[in-house]
């Protein structure tokens, strides 16, 4: 069973700060996909990334998948109150077809 | 282009009640996953319709099902309905299914309560 575990599940921040959110599995993935949800609102895709040791960047954000393609995290600089929500990873199998979801992280981003 | 549309957004039933929810998925996309999300067990699969086949099933009962049509709309149905159903489900479209690095776009969710 194909398994993502993210860390931390809650970040509570003050406005300007740094964090990373982590992504990891004993499994590999095919591609890993990092979304953004809001309270009552369907997940949003960010970034997917298919290639090991490949960085993305999204303006603040930074994405990184692991060399091996198992791990993957998500670094946002200087944070501000409107990144507040629910950062959900997922990996990919092109084998199964599946998306695999971590628990997710929420954030809080303080003013 | 129009985004992942599910209907009802929100939904209350009684225990031993079924219940159908809908999606209409972007245009020319093929695949359509569903996920249930609750609180304790985050975002789990349901199952995958690729071409009006189911091409994934999750672990979840056979209380759980769904189809595609043609125009590749998908409905999917839960029997029998016991308050550990409650959930937000989601429905994600795809040109080619989502495991293999294609992007999967999600609809709004169907807030389902069971009373």
């Known amino acids: 069973t194909q398994l993502l575990e993210q860390s931390p599940q809650f970040l509570s921040i003050q406005e300007g700060e740094n964090l990373t959110v982590y992504c990891n599995s004993s499994?590999?993935?095919?591609?890993l996909q990092w979304y953004r949800q809001e309270p009552g609102e369907g997940p949003v895709l960010l970034v997917t990334?298919?290639?090991?040791?490949e960085v993305k960047k999204l303006k603040r954000l930074t994405f990184q998948f692991g060399d091996a393609r198992k791990d993957s995290s998500l670094h946002i600089t200087a944070a501000q109150p409107g990144d507040t929500g629910l950062y959900l990873c997922?990996?990919?199998?092109?084998?199964?077809?599946?998306?695999?979801f971590g628990q997710g992280t929420t954030l809080q981003v303080k003013p | 282009k129009a985004g992942v549309t599910q209907t009802p957004r929100y939904l209350i039933k009684t225990r031993g009640q079924q219940v159908t929810l809908s999606c209409s998925p972007i245009s020319g996309h093929r695949s359509v996953s569903w996920y249930q999300q609750t609180p304790g067990q985050g975002l789990q699969f349901l199952f995958e319709y690729f071409s009006e086949t189911q091409r994934n099933k999750g672990n979840f009962p056979g209380r759980f099902s769904g189809r595609q049509f043609s125009n590749s709309r998908s409905e999917m149905n839960v029997s029998t309905l016991e308050l550990g159903d409650s959930a937000l489900y989601l429905c994600?479209?795809?040109?080619?299914?989502?495991?293999?690095?294609?992007?999967?776009?999600f609809g709004q969710g169907t807030r389902l309560t069971v009373v």
């Open positions: 994600a479209s795809s040109p080619r299914g989502p495991g293999g690095g294609t992007e999967a776009f």
């Open positions: 990334v298919v290639t090991g040791g």
């Open positions: 997922a990996g990919g199998s092109s084998n199964t077809g599946k998306l695999i």
């Open positions: 499994s590999v993935f095919s591609s």
